[in-house]
């Protein structure tokens, strides 16, 4: 019984250290929150599926329209073409299953698997592609 006072005065004090070590972060590291995955805005003509908003997709994960395109049409097993600020994938796909593959390739190709911030470039040499994090340095192979 006396333990466990003693152990829930230390958590008590283990707890308001934390609160002032937390305080005196500076602000950009305290309001630090996961990356959220842009959602897709797709719409169909046809036999086609259009990405409204892939232009702004790209802008939000900075990577080269040319990488997501053709991601896309690997993982989904079809041709597709950029016209301008969209992306037309000629199949009929569904925009939740877009968005599962979209976070796919967030999560391998955009967030540090270290500090998990969007904070990277890729890096290409000899065909092998690596994820370079401007936040914390961390690199590791990407595989898309
Ligand atoms: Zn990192």
């Not at 955009?110 to 904070?119: L, Q």
């Given at each position: 019984m006396q333990l466990r006072r003693k152990q829930s005065d230390f958590l008590e004090d283990y707890e308001k250290l934390l609160e002032r070590a937390r305080s005196a972060l500076p602000e950009k590291t305290q309001t630090f929150e996961r990356f959220e995955t842009p959602p897709i805005d797709s719409f169909l003509q046809g036999n086609k599926t259009i990405i409204r908003n892939f232009d702004a997709i790209i802008q939000k994960i900075r990577r080269e329209p040319s990488l997501l395109a053709k991601y896309f049409s690997k993982e989904l097993a079809v041709p597709v073409s950029v016209e301008s600020t969209k992306l037309v994938l000629n199949g009929k796909f569904y925009e939740r299953n877009l968005r599962e593959k979209l976070q796919a390739f967030v999560d391998a190709a955009?967030?540090?698997?270290?500090?998990?911030?969007?904070?990277t470039r890729i890096v290409e040499k000899d065909g092998i592609k690596t994820l370079i994090c401007e936040a914390c340095g961390a690199r590791s192979p990407v595989k898309l």
């Open positions: 955009v967030i540090c698997k270290e500090c998990k911030r969007p904070d």
